[in-house]
């Protein structure tokens, strides 16, 4: 344990989230800066030769080398630890990477993981191929009934890996419960909070012991860098992620670290703004006789609503999914047909598999983000062809179904 610290904010205990959004992080240089400052440097200067040593035994904390440890990197992470609710924080290079590092801190070969089986299909693929090459076994279960993770429980499990809501289907996981089965077993519980983000949801709060985000989304919410983080207790990041970080490299560029920390300084803000349109939108959506379903948590037909307005201040996120008609009655390939025809039909929307912005996008997600999964997976994980998934921006409501509605008033169903 160093005895020299990295000095940290003189800021009056029990701040609001709103006020640490925009405050939290580290002191302002010898200037005064009133913005953050961007550090772009890959190392640091020590003073002499002893201290670079004492610095290198981990005797004297201080900057080093920002593979490991960068003061723009270190304000995005004290900033989002204190949103999050949690001690600590590790920035990484994207989503992926935090989800990599996370495995790779804490699993090794032998031991198992039990998984949603409706989470971003990137993480699909990453425990069911890339983390079984290494002797880690995956079982996924059901993101609702909370029976199957139960049942799933083996001696050598050691993580329970959940995203609530869901992508794209915003099928939402009792997070206390699964904490609990976790606990009760020995193993750690991880959950995705990329859809709600701290402003609406605070994982930790509910038994969560590490809580993941892809800060390329909501964090960031501009649609501008690659970006990740995990927060978790400081005895998870200083003893368990931060040495893989040293001898992985998944590290945050602390240019990406400034666009993300500037972004969660709107983040409250944009994304009730965000959210209460995506409400908007998919209440006018379930009205369109086009339309088969509409998945969105903040909707009174959402199956797990109660639980969604109970864990998520009250709010559905600002993601909405629909399936359009066509399927049951034509098969897959009409589905398919229509759902292209209405993302084709839009000239407002962004066609584009990335969610978070404050530009509205719309993506098709069994031949996008879901494509690389096997048809079983994407069928338990209720991707169908007809399938579109909307992340709901900053654009005016209105605009939005006239875009939507060009092409569904011209669709054959
Ligand atoms: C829920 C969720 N988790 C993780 C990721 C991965 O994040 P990144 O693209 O930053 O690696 C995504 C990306 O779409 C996502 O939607």
């Not at 409706?118 to 079984?132: D, H, N, P, W, Y």
């Not at 930790?204 to 985000?213: M, T």
Request: hydrophobic share 45%; glycine share 8%.
């Amino acid at each position: 344990m160093s005895s020299k610290k990295i000095p940290r904010l003189d800021l009056p205990a029990d701040l609001r989230p709103d006020t640490l959004a925009v405050r939290e992080g580290l002191p302002a240089s010898q200037w005064g800066e009133n913005s953050e400052a961007l550090y772009l440097t890959s190392s640091f200067v020590h003073p002499d030769a002893a201290t670079a040593a004492a610095r290198f035994a981990n005797e004297e904390e201080a900057f080093v080398y920002s593979r490991f440890s960068n003061p723009t990197v270190m304000m995005l992470e004290r900033r989002l630890a204190a949103l999050e609710g949690t001690q600590a924080c590790i920035a990484t290079a994207s989503g992926m990477g935090a989800i990599t590092m996370l495995c790779l801190s804490l699993l090794k070969a032998g031991d198992h993981v039990i998984c949603s089986q409706s989470v971003f299909g990137s993480t699909i693929v990453l425990f069911s191929r890339e983390f079984a090459k290494f002797g880690v076994d995956t079982t996924f279960v059901s993101q609702t009934d909370v029976g199957e993770w139960q049942r799933a429980i083996r001696p050598n499990t050691k993580l329970l890996f959940a995203e609530t809501p869901s992508n794209p289907l915003t099928e939402v996981c009792d997070i206390v419960a699964l904490a609990a089965i976790a606990h009760d077993a020995g193993a750690l519980l991880a959950v995705d909070n990329c859809f709600c983000t701290p402003a609406l949801q605070r994982p930790s709060e509910f038994g969560a012991d590490l809580v993941i985000h892809s800060g390329t989304k909501y964090l960031d919410g501009q649609g501008r860098v690659i970006a990740g983080a995990v927060c978790a207790s400081a005895q998870l990041v200083d003893e368990k992620l931060v040495p893989v970080m040293r001898s992985t490299g998944m590290t945050l560029s602390p240019f990406n670290a400034w666009v993300v920390l500037k972004g969660l300084e709107t983040l409250s803000i944009r994304m009730r703004a965000q959210a209460a349109s995506a409400l908007r939108l998919a209440q006018w959506l379930e009205g369109q006789t086009q339309i088969e379903r509409v998945f969105h948590p903040g909707l009174a037909s959402h199956p797990q609503h109660a639980l969604a307005m109970r864990q998520q201040s009250g709010c559905g996120g600002a993601v909405v999914s629909f399936i359009v008609k066509g399927q049951q009655q034509e098969g897959a390939d009409l589905a398919r047909r229509n759902a292209f025809h209405v993302i084709d039909s839009t000239r407002v929307c962004s066609i584009t598999a990335n969610l978070g912005d404050t530009k509205t996008t719309i993506t098709h997600p069994a031949s996008t983000s879901h494509s690389r999964l096997t048809e079983a997976q994407r069928q338990a994980a209720g991707i169908t062809q007809g399938l579109i998934r909307l992340a709901v921006g900053l654009d005016d409501v209105a605009d939005l179904q006239a875009d939507l509605r060009r092409g569904l008033d011209t669709l054959s169903t």
